[in-house]
Every structure is written in structure tokens, then in C-alpha cells.
T-cell receptor, first 113, second 118 residues
Framework: LAKTTQPISMDSYEGQEVNITCSHN???????ITWYQQFPSQGPRFIIQ???TKVTNEVASLFIPADRKSSTLSLPRVSLSDTAVYYC??????????????FGAGTRLAVHP | GAVVSQHPSRVICKSGTSVKIECRSL??????MFWYRQFPKQSLMLMATSNEGSKATYEQGVEKDKFLINHASLTLSTLTVTSAHPEDSSFYIC??????????????FGPGTRLLVL
């Protein structure tokens, strides 16, 4: 079973900031939080990874509160090409599989003109 | 980010034949490689995890004799679908993870291989 919960879908418009929140109430101490983007018929593309507080790179920011039970992926000024499925994942360290990722359904983001 | 390639990108085969899919990490050493399967409109399903030089660990419900995985080097893993049948038609994606010292390594995914069994 996936260890994360995210909205099934979201809609936005070009130029807007999009925030996708993910719940991971049972995250383990050793788990990192990783977000991927997937376009149809392509493998997932790594977006960002974090453990706590805030992480920022050239494409996104990741906000993680102190209790780490949720995280928010922030995409600034989205464009049509950001239409994709976004997956939030945490590790499977509780079962000894430190590197295993169990994918949930993801969030289908549609960006409109 | 790190680059992972897969070959072939698409394959069509007859029922009963075997198909081999290659996964290569091009600019990093993948200590661990993962194989996933994705059916249309569904999420990725982990099939197996393999460490270089070791036998793969298969997820529950995945037949190890049907999906043969070899991870002979730090840059190459192969998945062989033996005696493929139409229900094996799917999108197969590999991912590689290196060693950076932290508990959870970032997985970098290949572009996927579309398998169609007639």
C-alpha cells in the first residue's frame, strides 16, 4: 500500500503557482520525501527531494513542516508543459527496504491556457 | 540529474517468445536497480529490486521464473520476460539508485519500454 495521500487531480492556468500537498502520516524517521513528474509513455522524472524544512531547486520548492507528516510541492508559474502526473513518495525504511518506493495514484495536474 | 537508458523503447513479440529489456545507468553507478510495470491509466508497480551481483528480490505476486532479472554490473541490469503472453503487455520501467551515504537513495528512472505481446 502506498504510504502517501495526494489529491487525484488539480487544474491550474498558465503563469499561476501550483501547490500540491501530500500526506504521509506514518513517515519513518529515516524516510526522505521525493517528488516525481511523469508524462504519458515516459519514465518518471525526479523533481525534488527533502527531509525537513524547505528545499528549493531550479524547478520547484518543497515545504516540509516540523512534524514531517505532510509536504507541499510548489511549482512557480506553471506552463502548459507542466501538465503531467506528480507523485509524492516516501521510503519504505520501516520494512527494511530503505530504497523501495511504493507509488500511489499521484496527482494529475492539468494546466490550461 | 543522473541518466538511465532503456533498450528497446518498444517491442512487439508473439505469444510464447521471450523478450529481454536492458537498463543502463549512463553517468553513475547504480548499486541498486528497480523494475516497475505500469498498465494504462495506472500507477507504477514495483516488480523487483536487485543489487549488483546478488539475486533480485521480487515483490509479492511477481513470478521470479517468468521475470528474470540480472544485475551483473553497476551500470547494467536486464529484465527478461519469458514465454510472454498478451497479459504481459505493459510499460516496463527501470530505475537506478547509487550510493550517497544517506538512508534513502534517489531513484533515477529510465524512459520505459513498451511491450506488446500478440
Amino acid at each position: 500500500l502506498a504510504k502517501t495521500t495526494q489529491p487525484i487531480s488539480m487544474d491550474s492556468y498558465e503563469g499561476q503557482e501550483v501547490n500540491i500537498t501530500c500526506s504521509h502520516n506514518n513517515i519513518a524517521t529515516n524516510d526522505y520525501i521525493t517528488w516525481y513528474q511523469q508524462f504519458p509513455s515516459q519514465g518518471p522524472r525526479f523533481i525534488i527531494q527533502g527531509y525537513k524544512t524547505k528545499v528549493t531547486n531550479e524547478v520547484a520548492s518543497l515545504f516540509i513542516p516540523a512534524d514531517r507528516k505532510s509536504s507541499t510541492l510548489s511549482l512557480p508559474r506553471v506552463s502548459l508543459s507542466d501538465t503531467a502526473v506528480y507523485y509524492c513518495l516516501v521510503g519504505d525504511s520501516a520494512s527494511g527496504g530503505y530504497n523501495k518506493l511504493i507509488f500511489g495514484a499521484g496527482t494529475r495536474l492539468a494546466v490550461h491556457p | 540529474g543522473a541518466v538511465v537508458s532503456q533498450h528497446p523503447s518498444r517491442v512487439i513479440c508473439k505469444s510464447g517468445t521471450s523478450v529481454k529489456i536492458e537498463c543502463r545507468s549512463l553517468d553513475f553507478q547504480a548499486t541498486t536497480m528497480f523494475w516497475y510495470r505500469q498498465f494504462p491509466k495506472q500507477s507504477l508497480m514495483l516488480m523487483a529490486t536487485s543489487n549488483e551481483g546478488s539475486k533480485a528480490t521480487y515483490e509479492q505476486g511477481v513470478e521470479k521464473d517468468k521475470f528474470l532479472i540480472n544485475h551483473a554490473s553497476l551500470t547494467l541490469s536486464t529484465l527478461t520476460v519469458t514465454s510472454a503472453h498478451p497479459e504481459d503487455s505493459s510499460f516496463y520501467i527501470c530505475a537506478g539508485a547509487g550510493t550517497s551515504g544517506k538512508n534513502q537513495e534517489t531513484q533515477y528512472f529510465g524512459p520505459g519500454t513498451r511491450l506488446l505481446v500478440l
